[in-house]
Nanobody, 114 residues
Framework: QVQLVESGGGLVQPGESLRLSCAAS????????AGWYRRPPGKEREWVAS???????GYADAVEGRFTISKDNAKNTVYLQMNDLKIEDTAVYFC????????WGQGTNVTVSS
């Protein structure tokens, strides 16, 4: 069973940046669509970004132009660069494949507050 470990979250002010990492225990992202998801406080988990094997990407409207998904296949790691963070980006962030196939990790908490 693949394990997903997210890291890099924290408390930041609006306009600041964070880079999240997701390390997988297997090479799941080399042949699958990699994805980031988030669960805002009191809300359901939602899709944030996808990275296809050909390098194409997709983003939710709320993060388009501010977030960038990337990966390092050699490290079985997916990244999410988050710039110009907004209060509404506050959430627990998770990675998985698209569609979701693996057990969720614990996520990493991102809090954007002034």
């Amino acid at each position: 069973q693949v394990q997903l470990v997210e890291s890099g979250g924290g408390l930041v002010q609006p306009g600041e940046s964070l880079r999240l990492s997701c390390a997988a225990s297997g090479s799941i992202f080399s042949s699958s669509i990699a994805g980031w998801y988030r669960r805002p406080p009191g809300k359901e988990r939602e899709w944030v970004a996808s990275l296809f094997s050909d390098g194409d990407t997709g983003y939710a409207d709320a993060v388009e132009g501010r977030f960038t998904i990337s990966k390092d296949n050699a490290k079985n790691t997916v990244y999410l660069q988050m710039n110009d963070l907004k209060i509404e980006d506050t959430a627990v962030y998770f990675c998985n494949t698209v569609p979701v196939f693996h057990t969720w990790g614990q996520g990493t908490n991102v809090t954007v507050s002034s």
